[in-house]
């Protein structure tokens, strides 16, 4: 059985790029493509696709708002933004509104393909500088908490 995907990409070109390596795939098929936040949001559970391309900046909108407000009526779907986007807001963003994975537009459409592949499976798929600027945040912020443990407490003066 093939992986259903749907493609919400606002620039023509690239998503029917992405559309035609999807279906070139054995164990992969494009069901749909939407180029704008709004049609995503009243159409997508229509076609209930395992995973859903999510570009972040569409015209319309934010991706992110567009995973927002769709995932919770599509709870088995698995979003991947795919995005020029490096932003460590907009990742965040992302994360937290239910997205799955996180892709950089500048991938190889074999690592696009196996990252459907990857986040059918359960995984989390990530661009590598994506990856990266995941980690040193929560690097960060565990540093920072152990500082402020290390922090005595001031006793007032008498």
Known sequence: MKIRVAIVEDEKTYSNALKKIINFQDDLTCI?????????????EIYHPEIVLMDI???????????????????????????????????????????????LKDESM??????????????APMSNLIAQKVLQFFQKKQNAERDLETLTEKKPRL
């Open 110 to 123: 074999q690592k696009i393909t196996d990252s459907i592949r990857e986040a059918a499976k359960g995984s």
């Open 32 to 44: 749909v493509q939407f180029f704008n936040g709004k049609d995503a949001i009243e159409n997508l």
């Open 57 to 103: 900046q569409l015209q319309d909108m934010l991706g992110t708002d567009v995973v927002k407000k769709v995932k919770p009526t599509m709870p088995d779907s698995k979003f991947i933004m795919c995005t020029t986007y490096e932003d460590e807001e907009l990742i965040f963003e992302a994360l937290k509104n239910g997205a799955s994975g996180y892709l």
